[in-house]
């Protein structure tokens, strides 16, 4: 059965999925630039274990994906222009539908390899009813930043959370599990194994 879920989202050990100060020349702001090295050894040549396993769990049986704009670029504000196509450069890894929540919705627009963007303002259940007919009875992945998950978790409408906690404190920035109301009341942890890298911890929806 088709999920909606987080999956590899990775988190300090104080929650923090990124610093502060998010910028061009540091996506992820200030203080977490080892936050992801997991996934960049996991992706080597000839890799396995436990981190390796999960990277290739990524776009398996995966349709659609959603993002905030703060994860599709740096840009904030109205579009000056819309040369901007993202950080992933002429063939972004999605492969599908990527739809993308902002207050300044441009034209949808296809990048090589199969993924085409589209950009809108409206309410989490509206965009979700857009990535799930995307997808054709796939799984539709809410990729963040944390503010994008926080959304879908106030709104109940995520089924499971792949988490990635790496051995980091940052102290400062967005933390994930933050205004969140008693939405974490209906998930339960149901997986934590450990790399020597990280932990990843799966939750559910009860």
Same mark, same amino acid.
């Given at each position: $059965?088709? +999920?909606?879920?987080v999956?590899?989202?990775?988190?300090?050990?104080?929650?923090f999925s990124? =610093?502060?100060? *998010?910028?061009?020349?540091?996506?992820?702001g200030?203080?977490?630039?080892?936050?992801?090295? @997991? $996934?960049f /050894?996991? *992706?080597?040549?000839?890799?396995?274990?436990?981190?390796? !396993?999960?990277?290739g769990?990524?776009n398996e049986s995966v =349709?659609?994906?959603?993002?905030?704009r703060?994860m599709?670029?740096?840009?904030?504000?109205?579009?000056e222009?819309?040369? @901007?196509?993202?950080? @992933?450069?002429?063939?972004?890894p999605?492969?599908?539908?990527?739809?993308v929540h902002?207050?300044?919705p #441009?034209e949808?627009?296809p $990048? !090589?390899?199969g993924?085409?963007?589209?950009?809108?303002?409206?309410?989490? !259940? +509206?965009?979700?009813e857009?990535?799930?007919e /995307?997808? +054709?009875?796939?799984?539709?992945v809410i990729?963040?930043?944390?503010a994008?998950v926080q959304q879908?978790?106030?709104? =109940?409408?995520?089924? !499971?959370?792949?988490?990635v906690?790496?051995p980091?404190?940052?102290?400062?920035g967005? #933390?994930?599990?933050?205004n969140?109301?008693? /939405?974490?009341?209906?998930?339960?942890?149901?997986?934590m194994v450990?790399?020597?890298?990280?932990?990843?911890?799966?939750? #559910?929806?009860?």
């Open positions: $059965m088709a +999920k909606v879920r999956h590899n989202f990775t988190i300090t050990l104080d929650g990124a =610093g502060v100060n *998010q910028r061009m020349d540091a996506p992820f200030d203080g977490v630039d080892k936050l992801h090295d @997991w $996934m /050894a996991a *992706q080597e040549n000839n890799a396995t274990g436990i981190d390796a !396993e999960r990277i769990r990524w =349709g659609a994906t959603i993002m905030g703060n599709f670029g740096p840009i904030r504000g109205e579009w222009d819309e040369s @901007w196509k993202g950080w @992933w450069g002429d063939n972004p999605y492969h599908h539908d990527v739809f902002t207050h300044h #441009r949808s627009f $990048m !090589e390899g993924t085409t963007f589209h950009f809108y303002d409206e309410p989490v !259940e +509206k965009v979700l857009r990535a799930v /995307a997808a +054709k009875g796939k799984d539709v990729a963040g930043g944390a994008t879908y978790l106030r709104a =109940g409408l995520i089924d !499971e959370l792949n988490l906690v790496a980091l404190l940052v102290g400062a967005e #933390r994930l599990f933050d969140l109301e008693d /939405a974490l009341g209906n998930y339960e942890v149901t997986e450990s790399s020597p890298a990280v932990t990843h911890v799966t939750l #559910r929806r009860r």
